[in-house]
């Protein structure tokens, strides 16, 4: 029988390592990998018969200006793209194209020496590199990185005459041992979805244009060619400093949920005019838009677009991300990261939020049935304290005298969020007493530093709403969980799917409930779940009453433009046909999304 030990190491061993670099642009990507490496080398050697120099002559002039027509159409392509001393680098390629010294030595290696055209360039190339980087001036040390650059230019048109591999037009992460400005792009002039290299600075030309252009890059990561291949599946974060090779499947799919879409950069700008916090609709009322996110480039964007509160940020890649158990110090890190790309958004933090079913041996040792009935969120947190301790440390640390705020999922019942209290006091207490924390300022409580709210999403919860409110901070209506829940409803089963696509009027009820008890005991509440990217489902959650929606920033754009369009009176009365509790929650007022943010 396989231990869950030993099924950790085999899933790890297929996996692939984790490895860090340095970041360059900051960015999200996922992508089979290409490499890029050892051209020039390649090249080294091959010699031909005196009655062939004529003709490689002339390849060697058709290459050069093939050369130098991407090059011009590259120019033209980044035009109002990058800043005009940006683009001089691309003017600086072109002379090398027509420099003297470069195109006398290759000819000279093929008529003196009779060498194949591309171990010709090759030498140049090398011979160049060699003298450049010697000498102590950065500015040489660049142009043998710039002629290196023109170099596999050249010898990529000689491949293409040929007949030989062209680059893939598909979305790749390039992999390759330095950073080069001819590998960034396509030959259409689209850049490469990521860029991964072993060697590297942070001065380069290249870099300056993976800055730039915004693409993913990260430099001097250790290993890199000895641990990935053509093909493989990678995961780069390069906000966090890091590539998986080979990541299982429900890793990939999480990253590929919070990957944003082409054109949404341009669109975040637009966002950034509107009042997100009081976004008015057609009807009169406001709605609270605010984010959710899971990692560095999502906080970005939502801060790209304004919001004013991440209102749940999850926490659960840096933990499954790695086959062990992060450090005090990597989590610490990754929440400063989190409040400094925030750029002053309010942010709230929500628990490790897992079960056993998601296979991590370091997480959950121990093997359900029925995961998500088991020891989820919460529960895995209390009977795994290590854990949640050290979470509560690295928080505490990296908030420091901010305000923070703490979501614990999967809520049942007031003692678990009590005790999560009694724990971080106790964590903060310790601290303290060891200096690494300032005393003052750090209070429990909504009207101290340290807020700590439930996430509803366990149908009993809403049975004694009064109680919680009493002992948590916040509430935050985790959507999907909750219908799945409630619903008894799979959405992996094709044939219950469809009661979880629109809200179920069981579900509509018990968010009227939730409302009606929160505003009675003044708990700020949210909403969020990847159904609210859908506007005709987030509208009609809007007619419980709910009107702070959470969402990822991906959805900022749609559900801003629906909800401006809105009537929110149209969609109360839809929930009201459907329950019988949309009119009574107007008459108690929920339906005034002004006094509600008053209280929240």
């Known amino acids: 029988m396989q231990t869950s030990e030993t099924a950790g190491e085999a899933v790890a061993a297929a996996q692939g390592p984790v490895l860090r670099g340095i970041q360059v642009a900051a960015g999200l990507v996922v992508g089979p990998a290409l490499r890029k490496d050892g051209e020039l080398e390649r090249a080294s050697g091959g010699r031909i018969p005196q009655d062939q120099v004529t003709a490689e002559l002339n390849r060697f002039r058709t290459a050069l200006e093939r050369s130098r027509q991407q090059l011009l159409e590259l120019r033209g392509h980044l035009e109002g793209k990058v800043s005009k ?75 293409a005459d040929e007949g030989g591999p062209s680059a893939p037009r598909e979305h790749y992460i390039l992999v390759a041992r330095e950073l080069s400005i001819v590998d960034m792009f396509h030959l259409d002039g689209a850049h490469v979805a990521g860029i991964v290299v072993e060697e590297g600075g942070l001065a380069g030309h290249a870099a300056v244009f ?157 093997r359900e049935p ?53 724990i971080a006091e106790e964590e903060r207490a310790l601290l303290v007493g060891q200096g690494l924390l300032a005393e003052s300022g750090l209070e429990f409580g909504s009207s101290g530093s340290v807020e700590v709210g439930a996430v509803l999403e366990v149908p009993g919860a809403l049975f004694h709403l009064p109680a919680l409110a009493a002992v948590a901070d916040f509430f935050a209506v985790h959507l999907d969980s909750l219908a799945g829940q409630l619903l008894a409803a799979d959405r992996q089963v094709a044939e219950l799917e469809p009661m979880l696509r629109t809200p179920h009027p069981a579900l509509l009820a018990a968010l009227v409930h939730t409302v009606e008890v929160a505003v009675a005991h003044r708990a700020p509440l949210s909403v969020f779940g990847t159904s609210l990217d859908d506007p005709e489902v987030a509208w009609l959650i ?26 929110l009176g149209e969609a109360e009365a839809a929930v009201a046909a459907q329950t019988g509790a949309g009119a009574r929650s107007r008459r108690r007022g929920t339906g005034n999304g002004r006094a509600r943010r008053a209280r929240g």
């Not at 390629?93 to 008529?111: M, P, T």
């Not at 899971?294 to 840096?318: D, S």
């Not at 809007?542 to 009537?567: N, Y």
């Open 542 to 567: 809007a007619g419980t009453g709910l009107r702070t929606f959470a969402v990822a920033p991906r959805a900022l754009v749609d559900l801003a433009r629906s909800f401006a369009e809105a009537d």
């Open 85 to 159: 001393d940006e683009a001089r680098v691309l003017d600086t390629h072109l002379l090398y194209l027509k420099d003297s010294a470069f195109v006398n030595d290759v000819e000279k290696q093929i008529l003196e020496h009779g060498l194949r055209l591309d171990a010709a360039v090759s030498k140049v190339v090398s011979d160049f590199e060699r003298i450049f980087k010697l000498v102590e001036s950065e500015r040489l040390r660049q142009g043998a990185v710039d002629l290196r650059d023109v170099g596999i230019r050249v010898l990529r048109n000689l491949e």
């Open 370 to 422: 029925n995961p998500r009935q088991g020891r989820a969120g919460v529960r895995l947190l209390l009977a795994q304290e290590t854990i949640l301790r050290r979470q509560l440390q690295a928080l505490l640390l990296a908030s420091g005298q901010r305000r923070l705020r703490i979501a614990v999922p999967f809520v049942l019942d007031p003692a678990e969020v009590l005790e999560v209290r009694r």
């Open 210 to 366: 993976a800055r730039s252009m915004g693409i993913p890059t990260l430099i001097g990561v250790k290993g890199l060619l000895d641990a990935v291949q053509d093909g493989d599946a990678l995961l780069l974060d390069a906000g966090e400093g890091l590539v998986r090779v080979r990541p299982d499947e429900q890793l990939l799919a999480q990253y590929r949920a919070s990957a944003p879409a082409a054109g949404d950069e341009a669109a975040f700008d637009g966002l950034a005019a509107l009042t997100l916090d009081t976004l008015p609709t057609a009807g009169g009322a406001e709605v609270r838009l605010v984010a959710t996110c899971g990692n560095l480039p999502e906080v970005a964007q939502a801060a790209r677009a304004g919001v004013a509160e991440i209102a749940l940020y999850r926490t659960e890649l840096l933990f499954v991300a790695e086959p062990a158990l992060p450090g005090l110090d990597s989590l610490r890190a990754h929440y400063e990261a989190v409040y400094a790309q925030a750029r002053g958004a309010r942010v709230t933090f929500r628990l490790l939020s897992v079960d056993s079913g998601i296979g991590a041996a370091h997480l959950a040792p121990w």
